[in-house]
């Protein structure tokens, strides 16, 4: 796939010329938004926006003003490259070394711009809403690509399902039927949300707990049969299984995964537009925790440590 960028030179100039090709560009919020949530990454959602974008330009004058709509165009197409990403990402997840979790999107105030992003935020690429939340993105992890794509652009970006159809080269019945499959997932896997206030107060107490590294206090908080999955890569080290059980979550914080370093310091941050924890070591993030809860009680913990995932926050 060619970088994520500006479009090639020949595209810019003629930009210039054409205040139509400004239209166009401006496409590429909305369609990052879908992408970031079909594939739970970023960087893969940026790498098939572009690709959309490079299909564009490389057609010809006289077909692009055969377009009725581009923005439905370019639409169709990014949802199929991350139609075809969904389908090889499995394969490769097989082998990715431990435990795969989507790749963590910081608030606006923590952005401070990657290498060649000009300083744009995730933030404003990716709306920070409930269909980005780490548990719901964890669910669609679980759904058939078919079925994650339908549900997505039906039931959170509002396509009607003749619109769905064109893109995933289905009936509208079938699509509808997909749909109502993730649905489904979705209804059985989340419990009723937390308020935010709740979420906050339960996270900071949480950090507390954890930075006294008293074990009775973090079983309090956890859910008896909460989980902890943590993802490294393999290129840190990271517990490979999901941990299972208050106590060993609890005993595995305050151990081997303790904040044992010195100089490591547990702050209180947003991720995926809810209360979480950063560690970091320095001026670099090194970890960053999401959290599942159900009512008063964590459920679940996502500590992403995988240095490729976290370069939005360094």
């Not at 930075?211 to 393999?234: F, H, I, Q, S, W």
Request: net charge neutral.
């Amino acid at each position: 796939m060619a970088p994520t960028g500006v479009p090639n030179e020949g595209a810019a100039e003629a930009m210039t010329t054409d205040p139509s090709l400004s239209v166009i560009t401006g496409e590429r919020p909305r369609l990052t938004n879908l992408a970031y949530r079909f594939l739970g990454s970023l960087a893969e959602a940026e790498d098939a926006v572009q690709e959309a974008y490079t299909r564009w330009y490389a057609m010809p004058r006289q077909k692009q003003e055969a377009v009725e709509s581009p923005g439905a165009w370019l639409t169709t197409v990014a949802s199929r490259v991350c139609l075809d990403v969904l389908g090889s990402a499995r394969a490769r997840r097989e082998s990715y070394v431990g435990q795969w979790v989507p790749e963590p999107l910081p608030d606006r105030t923590e952005w401070t711009g990657a290498p060649g992003g000009a300083g744009t935020d995730p933030a404003d690429r990716v709306t920070l809403d409930e269909s980005v939340d780490m548990a719901f993105l964890v669910v669609l992890e679980a759904m058939t690509p078919a079925e994650r794509i339908a549900f997505i652009l039906h039931d959170v970006f509002r396509y009607s399902f003749a619109e769905v159809a064109g893109i995933l080269g289905r009936s509208p019945a079938a699509c509808r039927q997909l749909a109502s499959s993730a649905r489904r997932r979705i209804g059985s896997a989340r419990p009723d949300p937390v308020p935010a206030a709740g979420r906050a107060r339960v996270i900071r107490d949480f950090k507390r707990a954890w930075e006294a590294k008293d074990v009775a206090a973090l079983v309090g908080l956890l859910d008896p049969d909460a989980t902890l999955v943590a993802d490294g890569g393999g290129l840190v080290g990271a517990v490979l299984h999901p941990v299972t059980g208050a106590e060993r979550v609890a005993r595995y914080l305050t151990g081997t995964g303790g904040r044992s370093t010195p100089g490591l310091a547990l702050l209180e941050r947003s991720v995926n537009g809810r209360p979480g924890l950063v560690a970091r070591f320095g001026d670099t993030t090194v970890t960053v925790a999401a959290f599942d809860l159900a009512g008063d009680r964590i459920t679940r913990i996502w500590a992403v440590r995988n240095p490729e995932k976290l370069r939005t926050w360094n």
